[in-house]
Structures are given as C-alpha cells and as structure tokens.
C-alpha cells in the first residue's frame, strides 16, 4: 500500500489510506482546504441536500469529497450506513468522492479521525470536502473542531419560534439552509428562524433550498464558497482548540501510567495533570 | 471485529503494524429488481453481528456497485437479485471488480437463485449463494469463515485463484 500512489491521485489508494487513518493512523497536511460542516436533525434532508450541493460544485469543475457519518450500534458495535442510498451522483461523477462513517463509540456527531480523514483528503488534492453529521440535536459542538463552514439544515414543522431561540450549534452555523422549500410551511420556518436571529450580533443568512426540486441549491452553493477564508470565529477555535487537546491527552504516551498511578492511589489527580502537562 | 497487518510505503520508510478493524460489507441490488427486504434483513444481520454494512439502495448498476466498493474499502459485497438478472449481473460485478484492481474483495450473492445457475456463478468468484430460508446464523458463520481466512492471508477474493466456496 502505498500512500505515495493516494497522493498521486489513485482513488483506489486513496480510498485504502483513508481506512488506514480513519483506524488510527494520524495525518498532517500544510495543504489549504475548504471543510463544509453539514448538520441538523435527523429527517431534516442533509444527505440529499449534500449529493445536491456536491452535483453542483461538480458541475463547476470543482472536486469534491464526502464524508458522511452516521452512528454505530452502542450494543453491536455494527453500523448500517445508508447515506450512498440518497448520494447517487457519487457512484457516477469522477468530480465526487464518498466515504461512509460510523461513530464508532464516540459522541458528538463527528468521530475525532475526521480531521485526520480530511488532511488526507487535502493532501490527495480534494480541496472542498464536505462531513455531514449524524442526525443530530442542538448541543453537538464537535462539529466545529473539523469544519472551516458550518451549515445548518432546517425543515418546516420542527417546532415553534422558540426553539430557534435556544443557545447551541445555532450560534456556530454560518448558514442556515431551511429544506423541503417545496411545502407550505417552509416559508413561515424561515422567517420564525430569521426573526430569532436578527436579535444575535452575528448576520447568518438563512435561505430557503429544496433538495426535492433543486430549488435554491445553486444560490446555496455560492453563499457556501464565499464563506471560504472569513469564517474563522472565536468559538470556532475554542472548539478546535478544546478538539485538539483532546486528542493529544488521549495520545499523551504516559496517559496509561498515570491512570494507573491514579488507581493504585500513588497519585493525585492534580499530580497526574501536572505530569501530562509536560 | 477483525484485525489486519498494515504495511505502508511514506517517504521510502516502511512501517508496518496490526490493527483492529471492523469488517466493512456493502450490500448491492444490481439491476432492475425491486425487491429489497432481503437485502435489507442481511444488512441488518450484519450490522448486529458488529460489522460496518453500506446498503447501495436500488436498481444499482455494476459499474456503480464497483464504484461504491472502492470508495467505501469494503471487504465483502453481497449482491442480491430476485429478478432472474442474476447469470449476468453477478458475474459482470466480478469481472468489473477485477478491472478495477479490487479482486481481493469477497463477493457473495443471494436471492432467488435457481441450483442449476450457481456453478457458474461459483465460477465467476463468488464465494457464497444464498436462498430463501438461509437464516442470520448461517450468514454470520460464513462471514466468520471469511474472516479467519482473511486473517491468515488467505486469497479468497472474487478475482484470486482459490477453490473455497461455502457450503461445498
């Protein structure tokens, strides 16, 4: 296997580096990127919207790569991953690349090798690539640790103003797409979001996209691309930041013998921070 | 759970180590059968016995079902066809798995599949033919088999020369 052949552009090579990382094999890359966070509750239409948004980006010439997660069984440890069933145009378009992922154990919507997973994709010469999250509620951050843009999708029928109201992922979005444009209630979902957020500091677009019809979608994509580079917000690197020391306590050499110092009692918790801290 | 030996080439050093990994199995419908509950039970068997399954969905072509085993690194493909389409579809699956530099995988079949046409599809690589009444137990043992033999480097794809065949 080599990983020489991935960055030279094989796809199959591409494809087994990617197992490799995502199985724990960590990856760097200097190579600039764009990563579209894609999130929202299940049911709302993000895997359409996504094979939607990447058609498009490929229709301009643009490559794109997916990365779609969805969860493992807590009992199993198995995952049924469903979304290629709603990704067609990936099977078809050499443009589009597309990787289904499962949790794997871990919470937060994001497994934590997705940033590994996508500095790969970089490196290998996929510029834009695009996660979508497990189906997921308001409190699902980590998201933000990988995604240089994040998109919200909505859909009408979701619960009255309020809920747009509430602290959470909405105050990280960079865009809010409302989906399913192509029934009734889209609209006035739209302006309840709207009207919630004229209150914040922060001016988030929200736009009206059917991923049924297609209605939107190119609109969508454009505000998506000039998010590129201006992104970048405090909270975001908070999450970043927070997503990074995670990693490296849970990769810290000496994580393993200060655990066991911690639970023969020949250490405190304060000693033990202390020691991984250097 | 399976575990693997790795080793990769980077900047012409070698390193090699072994790693737990989860088989990944896509289920496929080639053609232009409908008739997905089976594939949909397997899929679902599958995923309780603890493995990472990509169902395709419906009226997948071969070229498209290739397509989607190479970008998801699967290990097996189970292809299921209960519209008679199986003598061309299975094989042509194989032949296209071959071109494509993915004779490693696994190929196994299911569905209505009369006796008399299974030698031949034997014959293509398949390692497995299922019918009707074929329960989750039997499914899960012969992914076990698959997967001990994989273990012991054993070549058992559809495109590499070996005589197994479950059942046989």
Not at chain 1, 71 to 77: A, R
């Given at each position: 296997m080599e990983l020489d052949e991935a960055i030279e552009g094989s796809r199959l090579a591409l494809s087994r580096a990617l197992t490799l990382v995502e199985n724990g094999l960590s990856f760097s890359t200097e190579e600039d990127g764009m990563v579209i966070g894609v999130t929202g509750a299940p049911g709302v239409g993000k895997s359409c919207l996504v094979d939607r948004i990447a058609t498009s980006l490929a229709k301009d010439?643009?490559?794109?790569?997916?990365?779609?997660?969805d969860?493992?069984?807590?009992?199993?440890?198995g995952a049924l991953l469903g979304d290629r069933i709603r990704m067609q145009s990936a099977?078809?378009?050499?443009?589009i690349y597309m990787r289904s992922l499962a949790t794997r154990g871990e919470s937060g919507a994001v497994p934590s090798v997705i940033g590994n997973m996508t500095n790969l994709l970089k490196e290998c010469g996929w510029k834009h690539i695009i996660v979508e999250t497990v189906g997921s509620g308001q409190a699902e951050f980590k998201i933000a640790a990988v995604a240089d843009t994040i998109l919200l999708v909505e859909a009408p029928g979701r619960g009255d103003s309020i809920q747009a109201e509430k602290a959470g992922i909405i105050e990280l979005v960079d865009l809010i797409a409302v989906n399913k444009s192509d029934l009734p209630q889209a609209e006035a979902a739209a302006s309840d979001i709207e009207q919630a957020l004229s209150?914040?500091?922060?001016?988030?677009?929200?736009?009206?996209?059917?991923?049924q019809?297609?209605?939107?979608?190119?609109?969508?994509?454009?505000?998506?691309l000039e998010t590129e580079g201006q992104s970048m917000?405090?909270?975001?690197?908070?999450?970043?930041?927070?997503?990074?020391w995670m990693r490296q306590l849970n990769s810290h050499p000496d994580l393993e013998s200060m655990l066991d110092g911690l639970e023969e009692g020949s250490l405190n918790l304060d000693e033990a921070i202390n020691n991984l801290r250097r | 759970m399976t575990y693997s030996r790795v080793a990769i080439h980077f900047n012409e050093r070698l390193c090699v180590w072994v790693m737990?990994?989860?088989?990944?199995?896509?289920?496929?419908?080639p053609g232009l059968d409908g008739h997905d509950r089976g594939a949909k039970v397997v899929a679902r068997c599958l995923r309780d016995a603890g493995h990472e399954v990509i169902y395709t969905g419906l009226r997948r072509t071969p070229e498209q079902i290739v397509r989607t085993v190479m970008d998801e690194d699967a290990d097996l493909l189970g292809l299921?066809?209960?519209?008679?389409a199986h003598g061309h579809l299975f094989p042509r699956t194989c032949q296209l798995l071959a071109e494509a530099d993915l004779t490693h995988v696994v190929v196994f079949g299911g569905g209505i599949i009369p006796e008399e046409d299974r030698q031949s599809l034997f014959d293509a690589g398949m390692r497995a033919i299922f019918g009707p009444g074929t329960t989750s137990e039997e499914i899960n043992s012969f992914v076990d088999e698959v997967s001990s033999r994989l273990q012991q480097e054993e070549s058992i794809g559809s495109g590499e020369e070996n005589d197994w065949r479950w059942g046989a």
């Open positions: 010439g643009i490559k794109v790569a997916i990365l779609a997660v969860p493992s069984s807590p009992v199993s440890g099977d078809v378009d050499d443009l209150a914040g500091s922060k001016d988030i677009p929200v736009m009206l996209v059917s991923a019809t297609g209605d939107g979608v190119s609109e969508l994509v454009q505000k998506i917000t405090r909270p975001k690197w908070r999450e970043k930041l927070n997503s990074e | 737990p990994k989860p088989l990944r199995i896509v289920i496929a419908k299921s066809s209960l519209s008679g």
